[in-house]
């Protein structure tokens, strides 16, 4: 299953199975329910989906994003069509959207959630930089970022963006493999916040090298979680105290299957939050 993410103490996880299955899960209170099945589905070859988890603060409700794009034509072009499922209501309804660009997801979920909101790193058809999509809940729409080309640095690796992250209750990336204008190669990871005004990139630290590890993301606090190549253990870095920690986990006796395992980053707080019979107020 996939770990979409946690909002207040509730846990939104999916499956592909026959349909799309999502589960709203309380780890505090064991309460996990059921999500009926969406009514937009599609073949492989037709297209692709993504899931999103989000807090509708104006009416206190928690609601689950289906997004989904079908190849059209002959162009082959993904146009987005969105379901969103409430759980004051049960029932998922087909949202109208407007997007100037067709774009398409890189994840079947989304990549983090900052303050109730999931956001997305995506490609617009005919532009080969990453862009940053997010949903705001309240208008039911969707809204672009800025492209992640912070300047001066240019792009030496495939993805740059190697991680979209929840910073401080901020949209951020963390990237790696940057060469400055003035030729002194520059192996490290960098973390990127957006601006308030959605406009531009600053960074906020850096690290490395990173030539020798695997991002799996970070904390609110900018705990950066990494995995090294050819290792079976997790480790944690401080960047403020420049500290590396190793993480333990029942995996690590499981040499052999641990490179089978997937390992996603979620920022959760246990709560009270009922599901069962939840009702807006």
């Known amino acids: 299953m996939d770990l979409v993410g946690s909002i207040n103490g509730l846990v939104c996880l999916t499956s592909k199975t026959d349909g799309l299955v999502s589960i709203l899960w309380n780890p505090a209170t064991k309460d996990c329910v059921n999500i009926p099945t969406p009514n937009l589905k599609f073949l492989p070859n037709q297209g692709g989906y993504s899931i999103g988890f989000c807090f509708d603060s104006l009416r206190n409700d928690y609601k689950i994003l289906n997004v989904v794009w079908f190849n059209e034509d002959m162009e082959l072009r993904p146009r987005p069509r969105v379901e969103l ?39 617009f058809h005919g532009d080969p930089f990453v862009n940053v999509v997010w949903f705001d809940v309240d208008k039911e729409v969707f809204r672009e970022g800025p492209q992640f080309l912070p300047e001066p640095f240019v792009c030496l690796q495939e993805p ?122």
């Open 85 to 123: 499922y409430s759980v004051s209501t049960d029932c998922w309804r087909e949202i109208e959207i407007e997007v100037e660009t067709p774009f398409e997801y890189l994840s079947t979920r989304c990549d983090t959630i900052v303050k109730g909101e999931p956001y997305w790193s995506a490609y």
């Open 160 to 281: 740059f963006v190697e991680c979209l992250v929840n910073f401080e209750n901020s949209v951020a990336v963390l990237a790696s493999a940057v060469w400055p204008p003035e030729g002194k190669w520059e192996d490290k990871i960098s973390l990127w916040v957006m601006e308030d005004d959605s406009s531009s990139w600053s960074m906020k630290f850096s690290a490395g090298p990173s030539s020798f590890m695997t991002l799996v993301g970070c904390s609110k606090k900018g705990e950066i979680l990494f995995r090294l190549f050819g290792e079976h253990v997790l480790q944690l870095y401080n960047p403020k105290s420049q500290e590396t920690f190793n993480i333990e986990t029942d995996l690590e006796g499981l040499r052999i299957e641990f490179e089978k395992f997937r390992f996603q980053v979620s920022n959760y707080t246990a709560s009270l939050v009922p599901i069962r019979g939840f009702k807006a107020s």
